[in-house]
C-alpha cells in the first residue's frame, strides 16, 4: 500500500490534538457522503449542519479516523483525534503540510478565471512531475487549508486557487499557504457589493503577494488596468519578479498570434524570449489569456514549455464552465453550452461572445439563458443593461431573462431580440424546453444561487425522457 498521507500521531502533533489510537490516512474528508476508503473524516460544524452527527456514517464508509472536538460523544474505541476546535484543527494541519512540501507551491487569484485557470496551470505542470491541486473551487478559509493537508509531501508542484469576496480574506490564506508564484488572472467588477472600486479589489486581491517565498514571483495581466496598482503593490511587499502576459508590446509573455475556432482556439506566443505554439481544447478569446498566464506560471518554475502546450489541448471545462453537450433531439442535434456555475460582468460578456462564435444547425437560433448577476451592488442594473449591445452583436436570437435584473435588461433589447421572462430556473425549464428546436445552440449562464444548472439538466435529458420527466417535476 502506498505510504499513509498522515498518521495519527502526525495529525495530533501538528493539530495539538489528543489520538485515540494508531491509524493512517490516506486522504481528507469533510463530507461523509464523499468518504473514500482509509480517508480522515474532520468533522466540521456549519451554519446548519454538524459533522460530529456523520461520523459513525464515515466510519462505516471507510473512513481510518475522524478529527473531532474535545468533549463530543463518540462511539467507545473509534479512532479519533480529539481538538478544541476543528476548523482550526484542519487548518494547522494545512498549515504543517505547507511546511513538509517539497515542491513549488503556485496559488491563483483573480476576479474571474481561477478555477479554469488553476486546473490548466495543474495540468500543464503534471507533464513535469508530480502535481497536485484544488479540487473543484475549495479557495476559501476551509478549500485552502483542505487542499494543503491533503496534498502529499513529496508532490513537486502544489497549485491552490485562493478566493475572497472582503478584503483581509486573502491576507488569511496566503500566510498559510505561502506561495512561491501567486497568480491574478484579472481584476474586474465581482463583488462590487463589497468594494467601492475596482482599485479597492485589486487592492484586495494584491493581498497574495504578502506571502510570496523569498525569491518568488508574481504572474499579472498587463491588459488589465490595474496592471500597474499590482505590480506596485507586489513590489512594496518585497516581491521583484513580476511575469506580465497580454497582447500589449512589452509583456514577458505576449500572443503573437491566435485562432479562435467554434471548439478551440490556436496560438502562437513569445514565453520570456521563447517562441510557442499551442493548441486550447476550450474555445473562447477569455481562453487564450488563461493560457498565457499558464504558460508564464510554468516558466517561472522552470517547467517544460512544449509538454505545457501539449497539455493544453486536452482541457476540457468542468461542468457549469463552458463544457459543450451534443444533445440528439427529433432525428438532429442541440449544442448546450453550460455556463451556469457563476456568473460576472466580465465572465457573461465572454460568453455571450462565446455564443455568438458558434454555428447553429439548419434552421437553429442561438439561445442565451441568462440568469440575475449577484453581488454587484448600486452597479447591479448598469451592468445589467451593458450586455444588451453585446447581445445585438453577437447575434443572438432569444435571450430567456431569470430574474429582475436580467429581465429588465431584456426588456430593453426591442424588437432584435426575442426575450422570455423566467421568474425562477424552474420557470425557464419549462420554457426552454418549449422553445429548443433541432439545430439550436443554447448557452445557460447565472450566479450559482439562482439553479440554472436545472436548465442544463433538462436539455440534456432530452436523450432520456424518464429523467425529463424528473426535471420538470
Known amino acids: 500500500m502506498a505510504e499513509p498521507l498522515w498518521t495519527a500521531a502526525q495529525i495530533a502533533a501538528a493539530t495539538g490534538g489528543t489520538a485515540s489510537g494508531a491509524f493512517d490516512v490516506h486522504g481528507i474528508a469533510i ?17 446548519s449542519q454538524d459533522g460530529h452527527k456523520y461520523i459513525a456514517a464515515a466510519l462505516q464508509r471507510g473512513a ?8 463530543v460523544d463518540i462511539a467507545p474505541g473509534a479512532p479519533a483525534v480529539a481538538v ?24 491563483v487569484t483573480g476576479s474571474v478565471g481561477k478555477t479554469g485557470t488553476k486546473t490548466a496551470i495543474a495540468t500543464a505542470l503534471a507533464r513535469s512531475g508530480a502535481t497536485y491541486a484544488s479540487e473543484r473551487s475549495f479557495n476559501n478559509h476551509i478549500g485552502v487549508p483542505l487542499t494543503l493537508a491533503r496534498t502529499p509531501a513529496a508532490s ?41 472600486s475596482l482599485e479597492a479589489i485589486a487592492d484586495a486581491k494584491a493581498e497574495i503577494f504578502e506571502g510570496v ?12 488596468a490595474q496592471f500597474g496598482r499590482l505590480a506596485a503593490r507586489a513590489r512594496d511587499v518585497g516581491v521583484d519578479r513580476v511575469i506580465s502576459f497580454g497582447s500589449a508590446q512589452g509583456c514577458d509573455v505576449r500572443v503573437i498570434k491566435a485562432r479562435l475556432r467554434e471548439d478551440c482556439s490556436t496560438v502562437s506566443a513569445d514565453v520570456m524570449g521563447t517562441l510557442v505554439t ?37 482541457m476540457q471545462p468542468p461542468r457549469g464552465r463552458g463544457r459543450r453537450h451534443r444533445v440528439d433531439f427529433r432525428d438532429a442535434e442541440l449544442m448546450v453550452i453550460d455556463e451556469s456555475y457563476n456568473a460576472s460582468p466580465v465572465a457573461m460578456l465572454a460568453a455571450i461572445k462565446g455564443l455568438g462564435q458558434s454555428v447553429p444547425g439548419r434552421r437553429g437560433r442561438r439561445i442565451a439563458v441568462l440568469g440575475d448577476m449577484r453581488e454587484l451592488g448600486e452597479q447591479g442594473p448598469a451592468l445589467h443593461a451593458g450586455l444588451r449591445q453585446p447581445l445585438r452583436d453577437a447575434g443572438i436570437d432569444i435571450v430567456v431573462a431569470v430574474g429582475p435584473l436580467m429581465q429588465e435588461m431584456a426588456a430593453s433589447l426591442g424588437n432584435t431580440i426575442q426575450a422570455v421572462n423566467s421568474a425562477t430556473a424552474q420557470d425557464a425549464v419549462r420554457q426552454v424546453l418549449d422553445t429548443v428546436i433541432p439545430g439550436d445552440v443554447v448557452m445557460v449562464k447565472g450566479s450559482n444561487a439562482i439553479g440554472l444548472s436545472k436548465v442544463v439538466d433538462a436539455l440534456l435529458a432530452l436523450q432520456d425522457q424518464p429523467a425529463l420527466r424528473r426535471a420538470m417535476g
Request: charged share 20%.
Open 278 to 314: 499551442f493548441k486550447i481544447g476550450i474555445p473562447g478569446e477569455h481562453w487564450v489569456s488563461n493560457s498565457l498566464a499558464v504558460m508564464a506560471t510554468v516558466a517561472a518554475v522552470d517547467g517544460d514549455l512544449g509538454l505545457a502546450g501539449l497539455s493544453l489541448a486536452e
Open 156 to 196: 513537486r508542484y502544489a497549485v491552490l486557487e485562493m478566493g475572497m469576496n472582503h478584503a483581509g480574506e486573502l491576507r488569511a490564506l496566503t500566510g498559510i499557504a505561502r506561495p512561491h508564484v501567486a497568480v491574478v488572472t484579472t481584476i474586474a467588477e465581482v463583488h462590487m457589493e463589497f468594494f467601492p
Open 64 to 71: 481510518s479516523g475522524a478529527l473531532v472536538e474535545r468533549g
Open 84 to 107: 478544541d476546535d476543528c476548523l482550526a484543527g484542519l487548518t494547522a494541519l494545512g498549515a504543517a503540510s505547507r511546511d513538509r512540501i517539497e515542491g513549488k507551491v503556485i496559488g
Open 213 to 224: 517565498q523569498p525569491g518568488g514571483a508574481v504572474v499579472l495581466n498587463r491588459d488589465n
Open 31 to 47: 463530507d461523509s457522503r464523499e468518504v473514500n476508503q482509509g480517508d480522515l473524516f474532520v468533522a466540521l460544524r456549519g451554519d
